[in-house]
Structure formats: C-alpha cells, structure tokens
C-alpha cells in the first residue's frame, strides 16, 4: 500500500480587497490561520472635471495633465494587485470578496499566473469587512471550526 507524503498545497486562502487595503487569512490544513494587511501606495482615486482647452501637448500631440495622474495611479494599483498575489504561495482553494471591481482584477491576475495554475477559486461581492469577520466568513465557507 502506498502512503502519499503531506504537502502544504492544502491551503485555503480567503482575502477582502479593494482599491486601498487587502486582508488576508490563510489557513493550514491543521487549521492555523494566519493573518496579513496590505495597503496600496495609492491614495483615494482622484476625480477630474472635464478640461476642454487646458490640455498640454508637443508636436500635435495632446494628452490631459489628468491622464498622467491616472496613468500612474493604474500601474501603482497593479502592482499592488501583484503584490497581493504574491502572497498565495501553495494555495488550494481561494475566496475573494470584495464590494467592487479590484476583486475581479485580482482573480484575473491570479488566472494568468503559472504559480496559481488550477486553483480553485470563488469571487463574492461583500461590504467592507473586519479581519474578526472574515475569519467568520472564511470559517463558513470552507465548513470549518476555528478554536
């Protein structure tokens, strides 16, 4: 009879994201759980009226000062994504939830990584949450006991 050898690619992962802050709760297959906060280096997304006449441009060329502005808050929140990504090391099953669209940006930057290839994932749409409740959450989900 062959015995097979424990891996720790039991893990499960449940994570609250969304443009500033992520939580995530990892828990082993003995049931310890660790818990993680990462905040984005962006701060709150800011909004521009629309600008007719006040645009720069060299050679013909225009561009809104605006655009800059978001062009660098969009590569400052992938690699905030990627960086939350990182973080899934030997993941088996993962629970996203989240009240926008980071959520979905998350689960497709997950999809295309070699490393994440064939986990099982599952996105949930949720308000804003504590770490306590997303342990309760996690804990329900995965039909498990927390001592």
Known sequence: MLQMKK????LRFSI???SRIAIILKVGPDGNKELKIIESDNSRR?????EGTN?????GTYQAP???VQHRWNNHHINYLKKVADELINVNALLILGSGDTRYELQNIISKGRHHNG????NKSMKKITPRELELETEK???MSFS
């Open 7 to 10: 891996t720790s690619h039991n």
């Open 16 to 18: 609250w994201i969304d």
């Open 46 to 50: 800011e909004r521009f009226n629309g």
């Open 55 to 59: 645009k720069t441009g060299l050679f």
């Open 66 to 68: 605006d655009d800059k």
């Open 119 to 122: 986990i099982w994932i599952e």
């Open 141 to 143: 989900h995965f039909n």
